[in-house]
């Protein structure tokens, strides 16, 4: 059974940081493996991705400030992200599918996800 579970999220200042973590199980540890972002009466956004060569990309909106990695030894998908700002508050979901895009995207059939990790940013 594939699992993604999602850990990290919280309430922090703009220009703090915060690290998100994902526990996956080892049947798709070679999917592309990413982040999407969902605020409320907002328009779903991917945020980040990794294909299975280790290849990322990053929505403009965070370029430079947030960063992807996968460690195979613990089976986790992370994503730090730095000098958060407000408009960085959303729900937080990992996802796992068989492809990815030229940008942050993974895509396909299979469409795992995790049940989100909250996160907020003030000013």
């Known amino acids: 059974q594939v699992r993604l579970v999602e850990s990290g999220g919280g309430s922090v200042q703009a220009g703090e940081s915060l690290r998100l973590a994902c526990e996956y199980t080892y049947s798709i540890s070679r999917y592309c493996m990413g982040w999407f972002r969902q605020a409320p009466g907002k328009r779903r956004e991917s945020v980040a991705a990794?294909?299975?060569?280790?290849?990322?990309g990053y929505a403009d909106s965070v370029k430079g400030r947030f960063t992807l990695s996968k460690s195979t030894s613990n089976n986790t998908l992370y994503l730090q992200m730095d000098n958060l700002k407000p408009e960085d508050s959303a729900m937080y979901y990992c996802?796992?599918?068989?492809?990815?895009?030229?940008?942050?995207?993974?895509?396909?059939?299979?469409?795992?996800r995790g049940q989100g990790t909250q996160v907020t940013v003030s000013s």
């Open positions: 990794i294909d299975s060569g280790g290849i990322t």
């Open positions: 996802e796992a599918d068989r492809f990815k895009d030229s940008g942050a995207t993974c895509y396909g059939s299979a469409n795992y």
